[in-house]
């Protein structure tokens, strides 16, 4: 009689209120499988095309200008025509790209084969696509370790201000207030200009390195690690008031316990996608301050001051401008591609 | 339950606890948020702290553990005075706290046995890990969950879930007496039943006493031996539940208890609903004399001019108010 049941009767249906099986039960209470937040992250970062692809363009870029150095047979700093006890050899000079010099085309026509000089040479004679190279392993470099820099003091005083709190942390910010409010370009350019003059690396390691990337670095370490303190220490300030850190402190665990197993952990992807999106900003300033002439120290040559030497022949040469430019368009905005695209994934407000 | 002194696991003698507020570059004023708060828990028993909201109950929680530096007043566990950092240390053995806020109280990144053994990591308690599966095991059995959520973390439960975390934690050192903040007010209605009786379970089990918080008073009615009532930082009665019940004494008190739905539909009809005028007034300007005083029907010239005392009406009924005699049943 039930199964005839009418459309508009009231009549209930007593199939549907049977205790459930044992397995149908079991079918309800199973959970999905767990995942750890990272995983989660790496998940939602893959299905982010245009991250994915900055990603992987990234990786390219740093493995391409770390090894093809490694076998290319010239190197950024021989003058190609210049040879010991001979007379320098200027045909090798301003190179158009797979052209090649004098003493090369002697060498082909006897039937060795010599390997091009895909973007030529410039007006040293340098080959000119290790030049790009080394700029770019250069630029690279200083923008990566700019960052830890700036990541590292950012990150003690930043916890230091937000776990401390009260007067230490009113004192930091006042200062950080101050620094913020410096006009950084100015004060970059006074500082390098100064530090370059000043910093005397004779006979240190550092010597190879160059006076003017170091004050760079010191630049970085004095300037940029205000708004990574800032957002650390926002960071630190608001979990220390989590429930589950007073829980910690009720069961009498001791700061460093707390710092370690909730602080650092809870705010470890804010930390990663901020130093990611500092990158790009570091190898920016460097370049900027490479083409004004305060950069690296020549011969080394990095995108900036690659940038800047090809101005002297922009006309006949305008290509020697627009392949580091175009390079540290790429890396620039790959980088902070690929850093949204790290927020996105992995910031906690947006998957709570 | 005898009246016998050995009996009191927990004596709390006039806690105060001042918060500093800034209310100006490098000038602060102190928030009240508990004043002069006396009370004593007997060993096994629970005593229920009912309030409105911001009157200061988690802080009174929170104070007796430590968790805040009193301003002033005594805290006595098992007749030893807590105060210095060694007894505070062996103090945190015995006493353990639950959260009101079953989201924020589990850390994200920890997966629920690192999360209920913190305690005992913390204290080094178990020597092999093993012995720490094994215990953390029989805590998750205490609150009804099983080794398939162990391994899991905290946002992939429900709140009921999480606040049953939350307990295991608080269990682990195997304490004598816990603070429950308001375990159950962001739960479902549906599971503040179960999670009550779990505790109630639990204290028939493990010889547990409770200090238990909440915001009304139909939930610690049923798990409560006595029910303290506080305003704005203050005491204003306490007696057995039973008694708060039959015979509210304070007009504060009264109007909560009016508040309560009763089932009885007749009865329910006959009672007559005092409604409460005014917000509770901010603890940063309490007013002087009886703090109830801005919201009190009785109110007189007395009431501002000075703080009525908790006194004994009889039976151990305590209560604060000078009107007592006029105000009648
Ligand atoms: N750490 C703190 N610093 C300053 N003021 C505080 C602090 N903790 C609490 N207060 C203040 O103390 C008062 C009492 O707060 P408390 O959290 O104890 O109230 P409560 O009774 O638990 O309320 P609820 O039912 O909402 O949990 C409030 O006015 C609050 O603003
Ligand atoms: S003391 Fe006065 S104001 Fe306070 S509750 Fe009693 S009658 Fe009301
Ligand atoms: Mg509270």
Redesign the interface.
Known sequence: MINMKKPFSLQLDPDAFRPATAEEKEYISR??P?S??FRDGWKRLMKNKVATVSMILIIVITLSCILIPLFWPYSYDAMLGVRPGKPVDSSFNNLAPFTYGKTELKRIEEGESVFPHIFGTDAHGRDYFIRIVFGTRISLAVGFFASIIVLLIGLIIGSIAGYAGGKVDLFIMRIVDIIYSLPDMLVIILLAVVLGRVLNLEGTILEKIGSNIISMFIVFGLLYWVSMARLIRGQILSLRE???V????????KGS?IIR??LL??CISVIIISTALQIPNAIFTESFLSFLGLGVNAPMPSLGSLASDALNGLNTYTYRLIIPAAVICLIVLSLNLFGDGLRDAFD?KLNA | MSENKNDILLDVRGLKQYFPINTGFLKTRPLKAVDDVSFTIRRGETLGLVGESGCGKTTVG?TI?H?YQPTAGEIRYDGQLIESKQS??EF??KA??V???PY???????TVSD?VA??LD??ELCRTKQEREERVLELLGYVGLNS?HA???AH?FSGGQRQRI?IA?AL??NPEFIVCDEPVSALDVSIQAQVINMFDDLQDRLGLTYLFIAHDLLVVRHISDRIAVMYLGKLVELADADEIYRHPLHPYSRSLLSAVPLPDPKKARANKRIVLSGDIPSPLNAPSGCPFRTRCRYATEQCAQSMPELKDEGAGHLVACHRLKEIGD
Do not use: C
């Open positions: 959970m999905r767990s750890t937040f989590q429930e589950y007073l829980s910690a402190r009720a069961t009498g665990a316990w197993k909730h952990p809870n906690p | 929170r553990l968790l505070i240390r945190r053995k353990t706290m959260f009101q806020d924020s109280s589990l850390n994200p990144r920890m999360i913190e305690p913390v204290h398939e391994s899991r973390y992939e939350g934690r682990a050192v």
